[in-house]
């Protein structure tokens, strides 16, 4: 699983290269969030260890071991 910052997201990418959804802060929730690209039916394509990887990575930035990287567009 590869995280690649986008405007203060993470897109969540698979091995073989398919974006699965995003990883962004929730201000209402005060954590970061996964929100999936696929629709119910297609849950199946994030593999079980893709799922371990981004709750790791959501556990990682909600305790501060991470960081998504600001941009600066000026």
Known sequence: MLFLSIQQEL????DSGE???KIRFDDQQGKHI???HCEEAD???I????????AERLRGLDSG????PMQDDD
């Open 43 to 45: 849950a199946q394509n």
């Open 65 to 68: 071991q991470y960081q998504i």
């Open 19 to 21: 974006i699965v959804g």
């Open 47 to 54: 593999s079980p260890s893709d799922e371990s990887a981004i």
């Open 11 to 14: 897109d969540c990418i698979t």
């Open 34 to 36: 996964f929100y999936s």
